[in-house]
Antibody, heavy 120, light 108 residues
Framework: EVQLLESGGDLVQPGGSLRLSCAAS????????SSWVRQAPGKGLEWVSS????????YYADSVKDRFIISRDNSKNTLYLQMSSLRVEDTAVYYC?????????????WGQGTLVTVSS | EIVLTQSPGTLSLSPGERATLSCRAS???????LAWYQQKPGQAPRILMY???SRATGIPDRFSGSGSGTDFTLTISRLEPEDFAVYYC?????????FGGGTKVENK
């Protein structure tokens, strides 16, 4: 059974930093691309970032480019999102998501999410 | 960036009724690169459809997807109590991937 377990969400002040983690199990993590998707309170879904299976290629939404860094440790079956220069508008539940095999950038499995609150 | 517009915003129906949800893209989506998700309160989204019309694993056949180009539809043939939720479409034919604003299907 595919499982994705996010952690690291917290209350942080504007301008601060935070690192999210997503522990994967139930599949061969190193052979699938992964992504982060967020959802602001009461709002819709927003793609944040994606990383290739081997970690060679990374992609970012314009709203987080140059502030967030996605990475992965395939030896630990873990996906990360390093967030810096956080803004109030980054407040959201952050989900990690498994992409399917092949080129489709859709989200086959989702974690339960971790809440990031940016507030003074 | 491809913008997805979902309509209606809210659909009020009763169990057993048919639900028809629309998703319109601002540009043609190559290879019908559209997915649908269901989200219930306090839960993560769950994939329903991909490739516009392919059901994801474990999704009952009362859910169906159709469309191509810029116009796509998710149909729930007969609503079950567990189907009342918010539904999102998502395109992956262009970069970046993007989601529609959602349609809430509520119990009338």
């Amino acid at each position: 059974e595919v499982q994705l377990l996010e952690s690291g969400g917290d209350l942080v002040q504007p301008g601060g930093s935070l690192r999210l983690s997503c522990a994967a199990s139930g599949f061969t993590f190193s052979t699938y691309a992964s992504s982060w998707v967020r959802q602001a309170p009461g709002k819709g879904l927003e793609w944040v970032s994606s990383i290739s299976a081997g970690g060679d290629y990374t992609y970012y939404a314009d709203s987080v480019k140059d502030r967030f860094i996605i990475s992965r440790d395939n030896s630990k079956n873990t996906l990360y999102l390093q967030m810096s220069s956080l803004r109030v508008e980054d407040t959201a539940v952050y989900y990690c998501a498994k992409r399917p095999a092949g080129a489709g950038v859709y989200f086959e499995y989702w974690g339960q999410g971790t809440l990031v609150t940016v507030s003074s | 960036e491809i913008v997805l517009t979902q309509s209606p915003g809210t659909l009020s129906l009763s169990p057993g009724e048919r639900a028809t949800l629309s998703c319109r893209a601002s540009q043609n989506l190559r290879s019908s690169s559209l997915a649908w998700y269901q989200q219930k309160p306090g839960q993560a989204p769950r994939i329903l459809m991909y490739g516009a019309s392919s059901r994801a694993t474990g999704i009952p056949d009362r859910f169906s997807g159709s469309g191509s180009g810029t116009d796509f539809t998710l149909t729930i043939s007969r609503l079950e109590p567990e189907d009342f939720a918010v539904y999102y479409c998502q395109q992956y034919g262009g970069s970046p991937p993007s989601f529609g604003g959602g349609t809430k299907v509520e119990n009338k």
